[in-house]
């Protein structure tokens, strides 16, 4: 039998009710939650490093920018997996956020607006992930008092860490419910010129950007300007500020998160940030951000004064061409959503998926679970009448 370290369980098999709020798998990971991020940063950061090929959305650069976020609905916690024999400390770590609502504890991923993408963030190529998946069910099962539902929206449902979580729930005696969250349109462009891009994009799309492009320049106080390092960096981040409030979009509490952004993805090298001007004037902005051999086409927005010019149009073809042609990234990601303009800027289409998990141990988890899957069992049965009663039968 392993040994135990006091106060905890030696194996997952001995979790049981009031054994605490850390678990331990029988793979040597223990899983520490602490709403302590600052200090779990900086212990990751002396631990760890960036693993190659890991999303910059899935890092703990991204993480520490998102939880200055001033509109969460709950209390942060970061589960910090550690592995057992390792003087290596955390090796990953999963961000979320605990709210209360009368009867119901709810565990939420930290997927904020802002954030279009969640998943565990590995810090150490220590461990599997399912591995670390279990220990962080077993976590959040052992934890007293209990959570009745866990929810992680915005994940990649072909990853090993959407698999490893929902089995390691699923193997915990949890229901889980799986769920559609969007559409994500996005380019594999390896070895591709702008010129060849261009000339595979639907006619309406190529006769609307040299056309409109030629009509824009005409004016000798136009140009398109795109910045990429911290020369010029707050002359960008306050045009795309400015852009941004007389743009359709809702005002934004958090405009500070997307410009902090912008200038540590300066500092990194990443930054791709295309301003249209005429004169002084920023009309449209666009941030697409350029690492691991992707551009991510994260926030974009036009003044609506302006929208006769087609600046963002214009600004999306000409980042298109520093991204192929300078950049010579082999993928461009439009991120969130299946706004019809984006399948002409893109060619290929993918799916973020969610999981919504009921724990059947307590009796408000036992009602959600019955409620969900009661009520889409209900769908499924009344479906067919519903069909035959539109078809007049």
């Known amino acids: 039998m392993a040994e135990a370290r006091e106060g905890f369980p030696a194996t997952r098999e001995e979790l049981t009710p009031g054994s605490g709020s850390w678990a331990r798998s029988p793979l040597g990971i223990w899983v520490n939650p602490t709403t302590n991020w600052d200090e779990a940063l900086r212990e990751a950061d002396r631990d760890g490093r960036p693993l190659s090929g890991q999303r910059f959305f899935l890092s703990r650069d991204w993480l520490r920018n998102l939880s200055k ?16 024999g390792y003087s290596l400390g955390t090796i990953a770590s999963f961000p979320m956020v605990s709210a ?7 565990l939420s991923g930290f997927s904020h607006p802002h954030s279009p993408m969640f ?12 591995e670390i998946a279990r220990a962080f069910v077993d976590t959040v099962t052992a ?16 990853s090993e860490a959407y698999t490893a979580t929902r089995d390691a729930f699923l193997h915990r005696g949890w229901r889980v419910q799986e769920f559609y969250c969007f559409g994500n349109w996005y380019l594999p462009c390896e070895g591709l010129s702008f010129y060849e891009y ?22 000798p106080e136009a ?10 960096v707050e002359e960008a981040v306050r045009a795309f500020e400015r852009v941004w409030a007389r743009s359709w979009k809702q005002p934004d509490p958090n405009l500070h998160v997307i410009a902090d952004w912008a200038r540590f993805c300066a500092e990194q090298g990443w930054l791709r940030l ?46 298109m061409e520093r991204v192929l042609d300078g950049d010579m990234v082999r993928e461009v990601d439009f991120l969130e959503g299946d706004e019809p303009y984006k399948r002409q800027w893109m060619s290929h289409r993918r799916e973020r998926w969610g999981m919504r998990a009921f724990n059947s141990r307590t009796p408000a988890g036992l009602a959600q679970g019955a409620w969900h899957f009661g009520r889409k069992k209900v769908k499924s049965l009344a479906k067919p009448v519903l069909d035959a009663c539109r078809a007049g039968r």
Do not use: C
């Not at 969460?72 to 970061?78: M, N």
């Not at 998943?119 to 399912?130: K, T, Y």
């Not at 929810?151 to 449902?157: F, H, N, S, T």
């Open 143 to 158: 934890n007293r008092p209990s959570w009745d539902v866990v929810d992680l929206a915005k994940m990649d449902p072909s």
């Open 100 to 106: 209360e609502y009368r009867w119901l504890r709810q």
């Open 223 to 232: 140009r398109l300007a795109i910045y990429d390092s911290t020369e010029g």
């Open 274 to 319: 295309g301003v249209a001007w005429l004169g002084e004037t920023p009309i449209a902005v666009q941030f697409w951000i350029v690492q691991g051999g992707v551009a991510t086409i994260y926030r974009l927005a036009y003044d609506e004064d302006y929208s006769g010019y087609s600046a963002g149009t214009i600004l999306t073809a000409h980042l």
């Open 119 to 130: 998943g565990p963030i590995r810090h150490l190529p220590v461990g599997s992930m399912e």
């Open 69 to 84: 976020v001033v509109d969460l609905e709950g209390e942060p916690i970061l589960f910090s997996a550690q592995a057992l």
């Open 198 to 219: 261009l000339a595979d994009r639907p006619s309406v799309l190529k006769n609307t950007v040299r056309r409109k492009t030629r009509k824009f320049l005409r004016s």
